[in-house]
C-alpha cells in the first residue's frame, strides 16, 4: 500500500446501550455551541443583551435543520419523495415491511444557507428591529457559520459521504465502507479546511478592521467566499446522483455548482452595496 494513501473505514458513532450516537450528528451539535459562544462574544463586546441568545440559537438551529433537510429533498431528490412526503421531516423509510426509523439521511447547504437566512428574518423583526438593521445581525452571524460548517463536512468524513472523485494515483482516501479499494480526493477535508480558513478571515476582519462599520460588507465577503470555496472544490467530488452527473457533462458543472453562483454573485454586489452606502453616508453628513 502507498504510503500517502489512506484506508478510511471508522465507526460512525458510538453506543450508549441501546442507543447509537452518531458522530455526524455530534458534529452539529458542536457546531451550534461553538457559535453561540462566538455571538456571545460578539454580544458582550456590542453590549447586546445576552438573554437573546438562546432564542438566536433556536431560530437558527430550526432554520438550518428544516432548510438544509427541504433543500435536498427538493433541490436533489423530489422524484423520490413526491412518493413519500412522510419520509421529508420524520426520519423513517418506507419498506415492504412497514416503516423504519433511519435518521435523515439528506442535507443540503444551499437549503440550510437559506433556511438560517429566513430564521433571522423572523428573529430580527421580533427581537432586533428596533435596535439595529437585519444587515448588522448578518454581518455578525457570519463569524460563526464556518466553524460549523467545517464540522459538518468532517461528519461527512466520518460518514463515507459526499465523497471526492478518484484520484487517478496511488495516493488519497480508500472508503472501505463503501467496498472501494481505489484511492479519492478526501473533498471533505479540502472543504473543511478552507471552511476554518474563513473563519479565522471573519474574526480578522470584525476584531481587527473597521468594516463592521459598513452594513451588509463582513456578510457579502463570507457569502462570496464561502460559495467561491464550494463552486471550486465540486470541481473534486461526485456528482451525488445520475441527474447530476448529466448536467456535469452537459453544462460543465454540476447542481451544487449552478447553485453556488447566484449566491456567489448576491455576496460580490452586497460588498459593493455596502462600501457605497457606507461613503455616501460620511459624505452626507
Known sequence: MNLLSIVWNPDIGFHLGPLTIRYYSMMYILGFIAGYYIMKKIFENEHIN??????????????????????????????????????ILIPVVQTP????????????????????????????KKYLKNQHSLLWLLDRITLTIPIGAALIRIGNLLNSEIIGKPTGTDSGFIFKQLGE???RYPTQLYEAAAYFSLLFVML????????????????????????AIRLIIEFYKEPQDDKDARLLIETGLDKGQWLSIPMLLAGVALIFYAYKKYHSKKLSS
Open 97 to 124: 415491511e412497514g416503516y423504519h426509523f433511519t435518521g435523515f439521511r439528506g442535507l443540503a447547504s444551499h437549503g440550510a444557507a437559506i433556511g438560517v437566512f429566513l430564521a433571522l428574518w423572523f428573529f430580527w
Open 50 to 87: 445576552t438573554r437573546l441568545l438562546d432564542p438566536l440559537l433556536t431560530y437558527v438551529v430550526l432554520g438550518t435543520l428544516l432548510g438544509a433537510r427541504l433543500g435536498h429533498v427538493f433541490f436533489y431528490d423530489w422524484s423520490y419523495y413526491k412518493h413519500h412526503l412522510i419520509e
Open 204 to 227: 480578522y476582519l470584525y476584531w481587527k478592521t473597521d468594516l463592521k462599520k459598513y452594513e451588509g460588507m463582513l456578510f457579502g465577503i463570507f457569502f462570496s467566499l464561502l460559495w
Open 181 to 183: 479499494d481505489f484511492p
